[in-house]
């Protein structure tokens, strides 16, 4: 079994805005895994556990370089928040993002390998990067990058330095940012509910299945009968339903007029969408958590040994 610490409980407590306890209590079932305790919360207490993504822990930015039906959005990561206001690792991003638009390199190490000078650093970008951390004091990469040339007109929105979308359309470039920057705000993981990634809904279903059975405990235990099987099914699956309309772009209500949906605004705007790249800064990245009674509680038994 493994030891549930204080600052895994914060940790979950954070992401879900579930009771301390109950966090606990999720991890205590789930032997400490992370991810697997957050599940358990959602089927006990809904969505409302299902915040991990807005608290993202890693910093960096997110840049974008777009130049008519050529772009890229690139993400670059650093140790702390102070580090992504400095001019220089800015200037760093934006030049990352200009040379994956003009030279489409096949990966991380073919991107650090094209010339590049800055601050007195080169002549590649990544002498470039490894010059700043020396000067900055603090680690930072590139963590991952698209590029653009599929022929189709481009939109950029960037929110802030956190947050980057580049879609790909034909038609109005006004309906195609106002896109964009839905995207930012939605955070849709597709175009249409078919695209939604088979593993996603199969979660999804877990999830709806957990919740159906978690209710059905509470009935038995009220001493209430439980629930035909083909209604409970049908609610699952009517939970699965409503899971795709949301994460779908097409399906979300517009941002701009919710009485229409993205789907129905592009199209009144006589515009196609073919696809959209969403970067959110740490997404999928565990940043360490420090247990600093741990760390003291450490340090005053080895001060006690020495002595």
């Known amino acids: 079994m493994a030891a549930i610490t204080a600052s895994m409980v914060a940790e979950l407590r954070g992401k879900t805005d579930a009771p301390m306890m109950e966090c606990k209590k999720a991890l205590t079932e789930a032997d400490g895994d992370m991810a697997k305790a957050e599940e358990l919360l959602r089927v006990k207490l809904g969505t409302k556990a299902g915040k991990a993504a807005s608290r993202v822990t890693a910093e960096g930015v997110v840049a974008s370089s777009i130049n008519g039906s050529t772009g890229a959005l690139i993400e670059v990561n650093c140790e702390t928040d102070f580090v992504t206001k400095n001019d220089s690792f800015l200037a760093l991003a934006k030049a990352a993002a200009d040379l994956v638009a003009k030279h489409k390199p096949a990966d991380v190490a073919a991107l650090g390998a094209l010339p590049y000078s800055q601050d007195g650093f080169g002549p590649t970008l990544e002498d470039v990067r490894k010059g700043l951390i020396g000067k900055i004091g603090e680690n930072m990469s590139f963590r991952r990058f698209k590029h653009f040339s599929s022929g189709a007109k481009l939109a950029a929105y960037l929110h802030g330095t956190r947050i980057g979308v ?42 709806a299945a957990g919740k159906a059975e978690e209710d059905r405990k509470t009935a038995e235990a009220a001493g209430k009968p439980a629930q035909p099987a083909n209604i409970v099914a049908k609610r699952i699956e009517g939970g699965v339903q409503k899971f795709l309309k949301e994460v779908s772009l097409f399906n979300q209500p517009f941002v701009k007029n919710d009485k229409q949906t993205v789907e129905q605004m592009l199209k009144a705007a006589g515009t196609t969408l073919k696809g959209f790249t969403l970067y959110v800064v740490g997404e999928g990245i565990e940043k360490k958590v420090d247990d600093f009674a741990a760390e003291v509680a450490a340090q005053v038994a080895a001060a006690k040994q020495a002595g």
Do not use: C, N, Q, W
Not at 183 to 207: C, G, N, Q
């Open 166 to 207: 580049v879609v790909e359309f034909d038609g109005d470039e006004t309906a195609a940012k106002d896109v964009a920057m839905h995207v930012a705000a939605m955070k849709p993981v597709a175009l249409t509910s078919a695209d939604v990634p088979a593993e996603l809904i199969e979660k999804e279903r877990a999830v």
